[in-house]
């Protein structure tokens, strides 16, 4: 199993950035696949997730209406478009999933937003 995160950055606040998580080595079709975050000194926390299969989605309260996550089946890659960035947005976001019980992760790409 892989995940493969990339686009993160630097950006200011109220700008744009899509984050993108290709996955491998696994069946997607009976998978989600999540972002998680995490900032300096604190927990590493859900922000999104999405099921390969309906596409169900599921956001925290903190990024609705500000982040998307949508799914390429073709590409095997989830999207996370998050628009109108705050610096409390700054964090290392994560790809993660669980296959047969047990958790994968990319590994982290940062995105910093500047006041």
């Known amino acids: 199993v892989q995940l493969q995160a990339s686009g993160g950055g630097l950006v200011q606040a109220g700008g744009s950035l899509r984050l993108s998580c290709a996955a491998s080595?696994?069946?997607?079709?009976?998978?989600?696949i999540g972002w998680f975050r995490q900032a300096p000194g604190k927990e590493r926390e859900g922000v999104s997730c999405?099921?390969?299969?309906?596409?169900?989605?599921y956001y925290a309260d903190s990024v609705k209406g500000r982040f998307t996550i949508s799914r390429d089946n073709a590409k095997n890659t989830i999207y996370l478009q998050m628009n109108s960035l705050k610096p409390e947005d700054t964090a290392v976001y994560y790809c993660h999933t669980v296959v047969f019980g047990l958790d994968y992760w990319g590994k982290g790409t940062l995105v910093t937003v500047s006041s």
């Open positions: 999405i099921s390969f299969s309906s596409g169900s989605t």
């Open positions: 080595g696994f069946n997607l079709d009976y998978s989600a």
